[in-house]
């Protein structure tokens, strides 16, 4: 049996500010607690914030691949509990305009230089910049699954319609998971996402899966102020117990990928049909 399956996943939106990084910092801190090894990148290359998110100032990041032809395994950095092994995060630098959209080739360089690191891990995280960017586009493209992150505003709704649309235009992908933030309720949540499929399954064919809600909760904006993961801050919180239902889901499809002998690299080649 297969057992060094790496599972990739990159969470998108199509409008900012929605939680994608909190939530692709906490998934991942919940799927180590969980006993996973996890690798985070943050791929939110002009204007990252994991490093923020976490209280941390990296020496090295994300942009040195390209700018310096440095190895990834130089610039982890070690982020889970304090003696804990397995849950490390490639930082990336905030407002080097050299390095903001990647073409085609350099995803490429950067697909080749990561995979091997990825490898070690059960599964590797992708935080993507907002918007339908041909960077955020080609890095959604690479990855197993994408966690398309909405609210239950309008505007969250249709930009991540239209996120998912020139995804399925330019690269042929129908696959995606809807996490509704910022709910009210796990109801609000539900009905946010049975408006969203509709108009998916009416307009472009195919109908996004449903990973979960997370619901809107002051202790997301405290932990950020404390600049540590939610998840450890108040881990009984609504939001926590959010985040670790789908932190489970994720456990749970690596396993059924396991299962079925799935074989692939972490991040696979993604070649548009249209020029990005
Ligand atoms: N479930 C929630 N409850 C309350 N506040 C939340 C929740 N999720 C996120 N927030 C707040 O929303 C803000 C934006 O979160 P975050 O930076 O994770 O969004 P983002 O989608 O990564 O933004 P960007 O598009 O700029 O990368 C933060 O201040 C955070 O405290
Ligand atoms: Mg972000």
Do not use: W
Not at 91 to 115: F, M
């Amino acid at each position: 049996m297969n057992t060094n399956l790496t599972v990739s996943f990159s969470v998108l939106s199509g409008k900012g500010g929605v939680g994608k990084s909190n939530l692709a910092l906490n998934l991942c801190y919940g799927l180590h607690q969980m006993g996973h090894t996890v690798l985070l990148v943050d791929s939110d290359l002009g204007l990252a914030n994991l490093d923020v998110l976490l209280g941390i100032s990296p020496g090295n990041d994300l942009q040195d691949i390209f700018m310096e032809n440095r190895d990834p395994a130089d610039i982890l950095i070690s982020i889970g509990p304090a003696g804990s092994e397995g849950f490390d995060l490639l930082p990336a630098n905030s407002g080097v305009t050299a390095v903001i959209d990647l073409d085609q080739e350099a995803h490429a360089l950067l697909r080749e230089k990561l995979n091997p690191l990825a490898e070690r891990y059960d599964f590797l995280a992708l935080d993507i910049g907002a918007g339908i960017s041909p960077s955020a586009l080609g890095f959604g493209a690479m990855t197993a699954l994408r966690l398309v992150v909405v609210t239950p505003e309008p505007t969250s709704l249709t930009d991540s319609y239209a996120l998912m649309k020139v995804l399925s235009t330019t690269y042929g992908i129908d696959d995606f998971s809807i996490l509704v933030n910022q709910a009210d309720s796990p109801a609000e949540a539900k009905r946010t996402y049975a408006r969203l499929s509709a108009v998916c399954q009416r307009f472009l064919g195919f109908t996004p899966e449903y990973l979960g809600g997370i619901r809107l909760d002051g202790a997301v904006p405290e932990a950020v102020r404390k600049q540590r993961p939610f998840l450890q801050v108040n881990p009984k919180s609504p939001a926590a117990l959010d985040c670790m239902q789908i932190a489970a889901s994720l456990h749970t499809t690596r396993g059924t990928l396991l299962a079925n002998e799935a074989v692939s690299v972490p991040l696979r080649a993604s070649i548009p049909s249209r020029k990005e």
